[in-house]
């Protein structure tokens, strides 16, 4: 995925979000995201303390783009 010039300047302006996703049964469950500009590239992370979501932990994870 590339980002156009405006897209990237955008980002940079608003380093956190948030992302939302719903259960099967209707329960929101929202994640804050985060992203670290890498020169060339841009990574996102997000749960980076690896803090549990209800009674699971999950890893902290990052993905690169280029």
């Known amino acids: 995925m590339t980002f156009t010039d405006e897209e990237i300047a955008y980002l940079r302006s608003q380093p956190l979000a948030r992302l939302a996703t719903l ?3 209707g ?3 929202v994640v ?3 992203y670290a500009p890498v020169t060339p590239t841009v990574s996102w992370s997000w749960n980076l303390a690896g803090e549990p979501v209800g009674d699971t ?3 902290a994870r990052r ?3 280029g």
Do not use: K
């Open 23 to 25: 259960s099967p049964g």
């Open 27 to 29: 329960q929101p469950d």
């Open 32 to 34: 804050p995201v985060a």
């Open 57 to 59: 932990w999950y890893a």
């Open 63 to 65: 993905a690169e783009h």
